[in-house]
C-alpha cells in the first residue's frame, strides 16, 4: 500500500510542463520577487520542449504590479538569461535600501529624489499705525 502512494504522488511530482503550464505560474501577493523566479526557474527546468522565448514572456505575464515589472517592461532585455539575472539585482538593490532605513522613505516610486519641501513663506507683519492726522 505504501509504495502504491508513493508511486502515484512521485508520477505527479515529477511530470513535465508546457509552456501553458509556466503562463499559469504568478508571483503571489506577499511573495518575494526572488522566491518566484526561483520557482519559476524551476518549473522552467522541468519543460524541456519550450524555448527561451516562451519562458521569457511567460516570466514577465506572472510578474505582478511593481516597479520590476516596469523595469522589465521598459528595458531591451531580449534573452532569457538577461532577464532572469535582474531579478538578483533587483533584490540586492531591495535589501540595500531597506537597510538605510528612513532614508527610502525619500524616494518615490521610481527611485528619483523627491522635490525638496520649500519653507514657507513668513507671513506679512501688519503693524497697526494711528492714521495721520
Same mark, same amino acid.
Request: aromatic residues 12%.
Given at each position: ?10 508520477i505527479?511530482?515529477?511530470? @513535465?510542463?508546457?509552456?501553458d ?9 506577499d511573495?518575494? @520577487? ?11 527546468? !522541468? ?5 527561451? !522565448?516562451? +519562458?521569457?514572456? +511567460?516570466?514577465?505575464? %506572472?510578474?505582478r ?10 528595458? *531591451?532585455?531580449?534573452?532569457? +538569461?538577461?532577464?532572469?539575472k ?6 540586492k ?7 538605510? %532605513? ?5 524616494r ?10 520649500? *519653507? ?14
Amino acid at each position: 500500500m505504501k509504495q502504491t502512494f508513493l508511486d502515484h504522488f512521485m508520477i505527479q511530482t515529477d511530470r @513535465l510542463y508546457t509552456a501553458d503550464n509556466l503562463y499559469m505560474l504568478q508571483q503571489g501577493k506577499d511573495e518575494p @520577487l526572488r522566491e518566484y523566479a526561483a520557482h519559476f526557474s524551476h518549473e522552467y527546468s !522541468r519543460c524541456p520542449e519550450i524555448d527561451d !522565448r516562451a +519562458a521569457f514572456d +511567460a516570466f514577465k505575464s %506572472g510578474i505582478r504590479e511593481s516597479n520590476f515589472r516596469y523595469m522589465v517592461h521598459s528595458n *531591451p532585455w531580449n534573452t532569457y +538569461a538577461e532577464l532572469m539575472k535582474q531579478p538578483t539585482v533587483h533584490t540586492k538593490a531591495e535589501y540595500f535600501n531597506s537597510k538605510r %532605513g528612513s532614508a527610502t522613505f525619500a524616494r518615490n516610486t521610481f527611485g528619483d529624489p523627491l522635490p525638496t519641501s520649500v *519653507p514657507t513663506p513668513a507671513l506679512p507683519q501688519h503693524s497697526a499705525q494711528p492714521p495721520s492726522t
